[in-house]
C-alpha cells in the first residue's frame, strides 16, 4: 500500500454530494470529503477554513479530512 500523507489545506468551494473544493499550500486545487468520525461528528466545514487533509496515494487530486484546524 502508498503513503498517505497529511497536509494543511484551506477550503475553497462547497461542492455537491458533500465534497469541497480545497487549496493546498503549493497553490494545488484537490477534491476532498470528510473522513468517517469528521461526518459522523457532523464538523461544519465553511469555505476560508483551514483543514488537514490525507491525499490519496493512487490519485493526487482527491483526499479526505481528517481535522479541522483552528
Not at 502508498?2 to 499550500?25: D, F, M, Q, R, W
Request: avoid cysteine; aromatic fraction near 2%.
Amino acid at each position: 500500500m502508498g503513503e498517505v500523507k497529511g497536509v494543511e489545506a484551506i477550503v475553497v468551494e462547497i461542492l455537491p454530494s458533500a465534497a469541497y473544493k480545497l487549496k493546498l499550500a503549493n497553490e494545488d486545487l484537490v477534491v476532498a470529503h470528510a473522513a468517517g468520525a469528521t461526518a459522523v461528528n457532523f464538523v461544519r466545514v465553511r469555505p476560508g477554513d483551514r483543514v488537514r487533509v490525507e491525499l490519496s496515494p493512487h490519485d493526487r487530486t482527491r483526499g479526505r479530512i481528517v481535522e479541522l484546524l483552528k
